[in-house]
């Protein structure tokens, strides 16, 4: 593939004038049948929104209580369904519970395969079975001191337990945190101490190609480091609870650590749903931003578990008999939305893959499809490309025909992979969903209805129900069609974040401070002459490395902590398999050598930093960095020197890049 078809690039999509309408027997049994049944809806969704939300409100979940208020609007916190209480475990497994679906599978699990040609460990779970689990955990939650409110961390791998442990939470009105088990001891830590959780819910080790992740031990690293001025960084965890995966050894700490097959043999599987206000906090996932602290996103109940709910009903198509699998690890908001609450509030099976795409060969993915039937799959950009690359011969391996549906998410799909996959996965009859959203928005905001909406490859096209996006210029005004611009959004919906959890301020600049009365995404976009939604890619100091959002100031601060680094600067360059590569300038500090061997170990550093994900792919070494008088980096600079563009010549070089930043002091 060439590079020059990175989906950044603005010109690789401006000339994209394919169209796929939806196909007929699709449309026929979809949830929204043609573009006119969208429109009449979306029209209604906005010109009434308490109207129709309270509607779907009504419709869709279960209530204790009714609201009194739809919806509280005051910039920039929104308050939907005002008095009503619910239970987000209640509506995603004891409402099946006197169906035909209490039997039905709501989680298919595969585990990590442990060789060639070995089928992996499977379980399956029926929403009877589930709730079952769920109870016995949440009275195991009880039992250790948690209440409503209280925060836990959950740091596990992709095993059922990891669901069982968020919906046991709700169930209780505890507020889960989940870590990414690619995460490190210090992120942990990080996140511990920002929300001040109580317990820990942890594994022995986590698999990953063969190899065990030892989260237990990063949590024991985690709970002993200390800040700058040698206080703990984490004073509040009281318990430990660890599932056993791997069988490794672990250290345990006598009144702390608990195992969690012991902790379920003490309790009973009686645990009714605690009433939670339709605004109680449900969860806090921290994620990037263009500062050095990672921003924590609180998404709260009942809009929230109504905007996936609807979104995954609708975008997905759910039926009943669909076996509908979303790749993502419930480390990241589409594992929350749409591996857990979504598909379990709709009654439908979601499968839960363990693993990684090659382990042990490249056809793992399609192997699974074949083997349950998998008829919706969601995946991201960066691992289309990935299997482009590995070659078609390992999805012709298998029988893919049991596919209806495919969905993209994370970063920008170039139009080159988008066929790939119309083609080599769907076999050019399914429609594919590319769908638009982030960790703030809660759910999917832009993105096709597959019965309904024509597909162009590389755009979103149109935006869900209820939602009102404008592309504008630096002063907030729309800007032409087909003219590039801030994706911004106008009106509040029910999936929105309530804020960043303890810091109001930046919840109101970071957002709300960008374009008078919108919310900013972030993102550049551009609108066609049939408004559908072209997304760009990010416009700050974020960047979206294989579908990762990773901060530059955050990788920057992760590369001065360590002993041998003076300065560093962070951007981003084209890849043609990542989306975007991370490209770290390094000065050392005096007398500090700067070799390849100096290199591999700032990238350890930052993965014991942050994590694997932020590893730099390419450090620079430079006798300085190029600046403006007033001391500002310029990065601008960096970034066409980390891309290759515009400046010619070799600068990969120390003494190189030393030259251009010295002629390069310009005045700001
Ligand atoms: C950022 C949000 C949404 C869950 C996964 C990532 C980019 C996401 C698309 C898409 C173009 C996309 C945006 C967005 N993004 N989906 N379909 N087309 N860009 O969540 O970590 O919060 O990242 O991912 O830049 O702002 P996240």
Known sequence: MATTNVPTSFDSILNEERVFPPPKGFSRLAQIKSLAQYRKLYRESVQSPEKFWSRQAKAELVWFKPWTRTLKWEEPYSKWFIGGQLNVSYNCLDRHLGTA?????????????????????ERILTYKQLHYEVCRFANVLKRNGIKPGDRVLIYLPMVPEAAISMLACARIGAVHSVVFGGFSA??????????????VITADGGFRRGAVVPLKQNVDDALVLKDSHGELLTKTIEKVIVLRRTNNEVQFQEGRDLWWHSEVEKVDAHCPAEKMDSEAPLFILYTSGSTGKPKGILHTTGGYLLYAKLTSKYVFDLRDEDVYWCTADVGWVTGHSYVVYGPLANGATSLMYEGAPNFPEPDRFWRIVEKYGVTILYTAPTAIRTFMKWGVEWPQKHDLSSLRLLGTVGEPINPEAWMWYNEFIGGKRCPIVDTWWQTETGGILISPLPGATPTK???ATLPFFGIVPEVVDDYGRPVPRNSGGKL??????????RGLWGDPQRYQQVYWGEVEGSYFTGDGSRQDKDGYFWIVGRIDDVLNVAGHRIGTAEVESALVSHQKVAEAAVVGRPDAMKGQALVAFVTVKSGVHADAALREELRLHVAKEIGPVAKPDDIRFAEMLPKTRSGKIMRRLLKQIASGTEIKGDTTTLEDLGVLARLTQVEE
């Open 488 to 497: 911004v959004i106008r009106k509040p919906w029910p999936g929105m974040l």
């Open 101 to 121: 679906r209490a039997n039905k599978a709501a989680l298919i699990w595969e585990g990590e395969p442990a060789a060639p040609g070995k089928p992996g460990e």
């Open 457 to 459: 490859p590389g755009s």
């Open 186 to 199: 210090q992120s942990v830590a990080d996140r511990i101490q920002d929300s001040q959780a109580k317990l």
